[in-house]
């Protein structure tokens, strides 16, 4: 291309996942790399880094992003090798035992971790966000202890944490999504990793998949600080007695509020992790 640029686009969640949608179908981007990631909970602002490959990418992805109401912004970039760049984009995330790559890392997993590939697509959860990484390290430390032998996890995106935990004995794993695309590339990612999941559309925990299988031993929910507020009460009920839950999707400012939130159901607060601006909280049922 004549001058290597990123396209940057903001906007609320919807429209945000709506736009990556349409860039996945589109034939002509197959070759460009983007990820999308909340940028502000509390104002409903999501950001799409998207970098083409040649001009007509470029063109290609402004007009999607704009079409799809985004405010966009192309920034030039300094000379590199563009390829590269653009791969390594995602670069690859070691969190604990667990070590996440896309498809041009593969080369580069290590043979002493629990080694996940995940493509992302239009889903959301690829390791590198902080409530991500954040319920990993949270989940290997837990690790150490006991395992889980069941394991539900709520608002899965990518499947990644629930993939993680079929990867490392989990016999029963379910993870479920309010996102139809998300539910197709968590189930594409089970594949990818040889790993048995159940991914499931729904909303809530009132799912037959999900409540066929309860109680669980573990309750992952990568969400968002409302939701999490609300869901406080499913969640317990999800658990066995003596069962851990593991939230994250809130940010520091949030942690009291969703902490409060649980202790008024019985929880008791085991571990918080800080991560950038994001919080991660474990917390048991008695």
């Known amino acids: ?11 609320p969640r919807a429209k945000a996942e709506a ?22 909970e509390d104002r409903d602002i999501w950001r799409i880094d998207a970098f083409p490959t040649t001009d007509e990418e ?15 912004v192309v920034e030039k970039l300094a000379d590199a090798d563009w390829l590269a760049m653009s791969l390594s984009g995602l670069p690859p995330v070691r969190a604990g035992r667990f070590f996440i790559y896309g498809a041009h890392d593969q080369g580069r997993a290590p043979p002493n971790a629990i080694n996940l ?3 992302a697509g239009a889903a959301f959860g690829t390791g590198h966000h902080g409530t ?8 290997d430390a837990l690790l150490k202890r006991r395992r889980s032998p069941r394991v539900l996890d709520v ?8 993939i993680a935990a079929a990867l490392s004995g989990t016999r029963i794993a379910v993870g479920t999504d309010i996102d139809a695309p998300s539910v197709r590339i968590a189930r594409e990612n089970a594949a990818l990793n040889g790993a048995r999941v159940r991914f499931v559309h729904a909303s809530g ?6 409540t066929r299988h309860a109680p669980y031993d573990l309750v992952f929910a990568n969400i968002l600080a409302r939701p999490l507020i609300s869901l406080a009460g499913d969640i317990r009920l999800a658990l066995k007695p003596g069962g851990q839950v593991i939230l994250s999707g809130l940010l520091r400012t949030q942690a009291r509020a ?6 008024a159901h019985g929880f008791k607060i085991q571990t918080r992790l800080d991560r950038d601006a994001w919080s991660t909280l474990l917390l048991i049922r008695p």
């Open 1 to 11: 291309m004549s001058d290597p640029v990123q396209v940057i686009a903001r906007g």
């Open 58 to 72: 470029a063109a290609g992805l402004t007009r999607i992003l704009e079409a799809g109401g985004l405010r966009v």
């Open 258 to 263: 969703v902490r409060a939130a649980y202790l």
């Open 132 to 139: 991500t990484v954040g319920c990993l390290i949270a989940y």
């Open 205 to 210: 925990l009132g799912a037959s998949v999900v």
């Open 155 to 162: 608002g899965a995106g990518t499947g990644i944490l629930a």
């Open 117 to 119: 590939r995940i493509e």
């Open 19 to 40: 736009a990556a949608e349409r860039i996945d179908a589109d034939i002509a981007l197959e070759a460009a790399t983007y990820s999308i990631l909340e940028e502000d």
